[in-house]
T-cell receptor
Framework: DTEVTQTPKHLVMGMTNKKSLKCEQH?????MYWYKQKAKKPPELMFV???????INESVPSRFSPECPNSSLLNLHLHALQPEDSALYLC??????????????FGSGTQLSVL | GDSVTQMEGPVTLSEEAFLTINCTYT??????LFWYVQYPGEGLQLLLK?????DKGSNKGFEATYRKETTSFHLEKGSVQVSDSAVYFC????????????FGQGTELSVKP
């Protein structure tokens, strides 16, 4: 199994809603990532978890709250989002970097629209 | 800080044409270099990588050589197919920066039959 599975594929939410994005992998990877991608732009790193601990937070607003319940799962909790947060949210996983940077396996993403 | 610059798109080619997508970088130390591809409606997939100077990454007919003297990692393919239509991202990363990748702006490729 070389897949990273993200649910839901599409999400529409209002600015007062609370929702969660989910990501799952069964490749035994111990590093997991959240990226945000606007249309026709490169992905922007949001968070990195390494061995289930948050290792990188790229100064992301607190309305985005990541969670890594175990080594296979990664969640992104959303609350009080703004319309400019509408984007494709990509999850990725890899072996934690050692002497060589390992490749990232990406999911297909959740297309989020904030109304 | 580190950065990656790619040629602007969109690039439109006829099937079987030769492809070059230019990528140059600015970085301290010795980064690893990557090409990722994103097909419509999908996430990114690693196309190829190189971890040190003069390494050549190759996959599915695509090649790129890590040129430290020119700080470049240009992507080439001898004969493109319609199925190669996608957005291509050049990226760099340092193993001691927790897996963080720095992406170029992306180059959209459209191959016509």
């Amino acid at each position: 199994d070389t897949e990273v599975t993200q649910t839901p594929k599409h999400l529409v939410m209002g600015m007062t809603n609370k929702k969660s994005l989910k990501c799952e992998q069964h490749m035994g990877h111990r590093a997991m990532y959240w990226y945000k991608q606007k249309a026709k732009k490169p992905p922007e790193l949001m968070f990195v978890y390494s061995y289930e601990k948050l290792s990188i937070n790229e100064s992301v607003p607190s309305r985005f709250s990541p969670e890594c319940p175990n080594s296979s799962l990664l969640n992104l909790h959303l609350h009080a989002l703004q319309p400019e947060d509408s984007a494709l949210y990509l999850c990725a996983s890899s072996q934690p970097p050692g002497g060589v940077l390992e490749k990232l396996f990406f999911g297909s993403g959740t297309q989020l629209s904030v109304l | 800080g580190d950065s990656v610059t790619q040629m602007e798109g969109p690039v439109t080619l006829s099937e079987e044409a030769f492809l070059t997508i230019n990528c140059t970088y600015t970085a301290t130390g010795y980064p690893s270099l990557f090409w990722y591809v994103q097909y419509p409606g999908e996430g990114l997939q690693l196309l190829l990588k190189a971890t040190k100077a003069d390494d050549k990454g190759s996959n599915k007919g695509f090649e790129a050589t890590y040129r430290k003297e020119t700080t470049s990692f240009h992507l080439e393919k001898g004969s493109v197919q319609v199925s190669d239509s996608a957005v291509y991202f050049c990226a760099l990363g340092h193993y001691n920066q927790g897996g963080k990748l720095i992406f170029g702006q992306g180059t959209e490729l459209s191959v016509k039959p």
